[in-house]
């Protein structure tokens, strides 16, 4: 394909293919691993992607009016955790003129949550709330339906098609036509009884029965969840501070436990320790040297982030309540950060806005609080800018910063919450790895494996110690020896 259609794709979806596995991964999953029919998706793809110049696609190039319709965006998720692009079919008029750029605009958000989010998977909503024939546009179904069954593979979890005319039924038995089996059985058609079987009534307008109060305006784009109603993690309370000190005995006390662990299964520690350290990432204290090794690791301009997509919390059997995100400031100058999260009432986020200096870690705790638990839809923002040598880096200089700085100049990173679900204790659980390795993925083991960081942390301490001691002994030792040679020498 390559030699005979090189000049008919993009160079960086070539490289991206040669580089990405999980991307290639998706496209043979889509085509059930059969290569031919994999093989001939990719070419068809990278010809659509070049075509519609999927890769250049931004905001700026693309009419204001499209983003101030409100017909296409995304907002919320679903009942697996899964982000909702919704498709206002009421706000959508169908003309040849626009098409087009309509079909650019279905790309573009595409495009710019697949690389915003890694690649998971979306939820289209049709909300078809009064709508009747002016508003079929048989063509702009078609089109995208054929982004996830032909040019983004593995992208679709469900079309969730609400409240459908019966005057449509024609249309889309026409549309049925067009997606082949497996799509087929994504479709699920609602009404107001039914469709928080899908989606809870907290994404949900309420003319579909839910009690969203989100108002689509443009701008900024609607495309995540953190924007209004949101507020920032505020100052910890002594209440707070008192409560994380417990945790963190308990945690140091349940460390202890899984030392003893440790002794026992040594043998078979140690290749869970192998894992740990061929995974990519630096997780960090504040010398960059003594540096251990994350699972995961997000390389951003400024900062780096570990971990790079998603925060492991237990569920109430597990009870694991408490994770690390470790911050690496790889400019020259000071990195200014906050982080925001979309439940501030469930988590605690020490420190949640600070800066970091040049060349050095910064540990950030994040803890639920009180009886809450962790769930798929939350979401963490890490913002970051740098600033000037001169400038201060306490409290108010650091708020006079944000008022300050523009908007272009800020890295953002999102973060997801993972339930790990288990109704084995946690210890109980990592026992059982380490006798089962195989049977367990990276996400099931990294709790166990953070925790055995922390160990080896210490454990690397006291064999440092040791070896000091070891080599003061040595040099006592050689000079005793060299006393006693002198002396019968003489």
Known sequence: YLLDKSDKYDSRDVERLQQDDKWVENYLVWRHDVVDDTLKMIDESFQWRKEYTVNDLTESVLPKWLFENGSLF????????????????????????????????VAFWLEHYAKRDHGKPLTVVF?????????????????????????YPNFLTKIVIFEMPWIMNAAFKIVKGWLGPDAISMLKFTNKSDVQEYISGEYLPPHMGGTDSFKYSYPPLVDDDFQTPLCENGPITSEDEHESKEE???????????????NLNQKKMNSIEQISKSEETDKTEIKPKNAKKALTTFKGPLLHI?????????SKETGEKKCLIVLTNVTKNIVAFKVRTTAPEKYRVKPSNSSCEPGTSLDIIVSLHGGFAASLQDRFLIMAAEMDQSSGAGVPELTQFW?????????????????VESSKPSSLTLKENTFNIPAKTNEDLHIQLTRLLQINKRLQEQIDRCLWFQQLSVVLSLLSVTVVAFCFYL
């Open 74 to 105: 995304l907002h919320g998720y679903d009942k697996e955790g899964y982000k909702l692009f919704w498709f206002r079919v009421k706000h959508h008029t169908r003309d040849p003129k626009q098409q087009l750029e309509k079909k650019k605009l």
């Open 127 to 151: 909300d078809m709330a009064e709508t009747g024939i002016s508003h079929i546009d048989l063509d702009f179904v078609r089109f995208i339906v054929n982004c996830f069954t032909d040019y």
């Open 248 to 262: 963190i005995d308990a945690d140091t006390k349940e460390t202890g436990e899984l030392n003893e662990e440790q």
């Open 306 to 314: 570990s971990p790079a997509e998603e925060l492991y919390f237990g």
């Open 403 to 419: 008022k300050e700085v523009p908007r272009t100049k800020v890295m953002e990173h999102r973060l997801r919450c993972h339930v």
